[in-house]
């Protein structure tokens, strides 16, 4: 089985959904045209948020959309700028300048008057981000305070030189917009288009400075911008800013006029199917996961982003971790099933996907603690499942429930039958039907003649970890 990583199996896939040919696996062509058509129908100056938490797939979108829409819309001018690649720079005015620089033809003249009037703000010490809308806030408290009556003729001259920058500086920006939107009537091109992504990877003042140069700056009729930006992210840098968490929402809609998010499912056969789950049918497959592996993969995937988000990142990540798996949890028997009992791989699973998306239940899987509700917050609600998922659920909870057996409970056995008690001790459970899953768990786990002790039953997790899963453990020399 081929050990090559997810990133460089899809580096070998034509998935652009806007190319020739090209895989659309997540319908994303649909998305992109309706994108195209919003971003074309605008006049007046619009931000655009295309929001999402990270590894869901903004950058991989933006980055194939902004190609695709420079070759649909001729007149228009796309330029991608990458902020978190910037973020080392104080201000962000000329490097957005500088971008739409590299990525046009446009007229020479209306750039170099632009990048004077960029030059002009730098020479009165200010940054154009921030210290635009912030600028002398301290100053004008000085004066409205009275403070700056004793200090002097010196302290009148420091005002005067004050307020002739602030001057100088709002000159400088109209200088700047006049010049943008000759550029943009000289040279034959209707729009332009900037795609700011990676934003909230960004150093917090720099991620806000951003915004205030595109609302300062490039505020000019046909000037848009898409924000790739998870706004959760963005909303805790306002807080973390101003100190005022009620205030974040309110503050970034001065500057986002439009909020838009990539669709979570896609229409397959006339059935509704979540992305996640298409990404990881693709992956599995690419990927050459075993089958006896794959399916309950599947399985706990459908279950837990029922109830939870797990990026494509994510996915990615639990493929790998599937793939690079013990060579002895991939061994088949001659029956087609795996070497062990199948239920150790649900249990796998779980593990590799608590590890990956749910960092903080891993340990209480690992060492067999997991509590009632933490199964249900990952396993989703059961009264929303389908007839076919909810012994799916019931399969998945009432195998972790069996393994995780309190402490007080060790040195005991679990007889073939008559679990009354074990289900009774997590809520009540008493119906006959439930309690055969338990002994059917029980016996695919550990055959159906065993009577294994609770110890041996709680440190199956650390077992299958340690052997199936421990990269160091068993790539030990013989």
């Known amino acids: 089985m081929s050990k090559e990583s997810v990133s460089e199996q899809n580096n070998n896939l034509n998935m652009d959904p806007f190319g020739e040919g090209g895989k659309d696996l997540l319908h994303r062509r649909k998305t992109g045209n309706a994108l195209s058509d919003l971003m074309q129908g605008f006049e007046n100056p619009r931000v655009v948020a295309l929001n999402g938490n990270w590894g869901t797939g903004k950058t991989w979108f933006l980055d194939k959309w902004v190609r695709h829409h420079q070759d649909k819309f001729t007149d228009t001018t796309v330029v991608y700028f990458d902020a978190f690649a910037h973020d080392y720079i104080s201000d962000p005015l000329p490097a957005l300048v500088s971008a739409l620089e590299e990525h046009t033809s446009l007229s020479d003249r209306n750039i170099k008057r632009m990048k004077k009037a960029a030059f002009k703000i730098a020479q009165t010490g200010a940054r154009a981000g921030l210290a ?42 109209k200088q700047f917009r006049s010049a943008l939107q000759a550029l943009i009537s000289t040279d034959n091109t209707k729009k332009v288009i900037f795609v700011v992504d990676e934003l909230d990877r960004c150093r917090p003042d720099y ?29 805790d840098m ?11 929402t ?96 649900g249990i796998m699973v779980d593990l590799i996907i608590s590890r990956i998306a749910f960092p903080k239940l891993y340990p209480r899987f690992l060492d067999a603690t997991i509590s009632p509700d933490e199964l249900r917050s990952y396993l989703g609600d059961l009264g929303s499942m389908l007839t076919v998922e909810t012994n799916q659920w019931k399969w998945a909870y009432y195998t972790w429930l069996l393994i995780s057996q309190k402490e007080d409970q060790i040195g005991t056995t679990i007889p073939q039958s008559g679990n009354e008690k074990l289900l009774e001790r997590y809520n009540g459970i008493k119906d006959s039907k439930d309690q055969e899953y338990i002994n059917r768990i029980r016996d695919d786990l550990f055959g159906v003649f065993s009577e294994p002790s609770i110890q041996e039953i709680r440190n199956l997790p650390k077992k299958i970890q340690r052997e199936w899963l421990d990269l160091f453990q068993f790539h030990e020399p013989k």
């Open 250 to 345: 309110e503050y970034l809609e001065k500057f986002i006029q439009v909020k838009l998010a990539l669709p979570e499912e896609i229409s397959k056969d006339g059935r509704s199917k979540r992305n996640a789950l298409e990404y990881l049918d693709h992956l599995c497959q690419e990927m050459e996961v075993p089958n006896h592996i794959g399916e309950w993969l599947k399985i706990r995937i459908k279950l837990v982003t029922s109830a939870n988000s797990i990026s494509f990142r994510q996915i990615e990540h639990i493929v790998s971790a599937v793939v690079l798996a013990s060579p002895e949890s991939r061994r088949i028997t001659d029956q087609g099933k795996g070497y062990y009992h199948d239920d150790r791989y």
């Open 207 to 235: 991620a806000l400075e951003v915004l205030e140069v595109i609302k300062h700056f490039f505020s000019v009729p046909r000037v848009h911008f898409v924000l790739g930006v998870n706004l959760e992210a963005l909303e």
């Open 132 to 173: 635009v809308a912030t600028s002398g806030a301290s100053e004008i408290g000085l004066v409205g305070s009275g403070i700056i009556k004793s200090l002097g003729n010196q302290a009148e001259k420091e005002i005067e030189e004050y307020w002739r920058k602030e001057k100088g500086k709002g000159n400088a920006m």
């Open 238 to 248: 306002v807080s973390a800013r101003y100190g005022a968490e009620d205030y974040a």
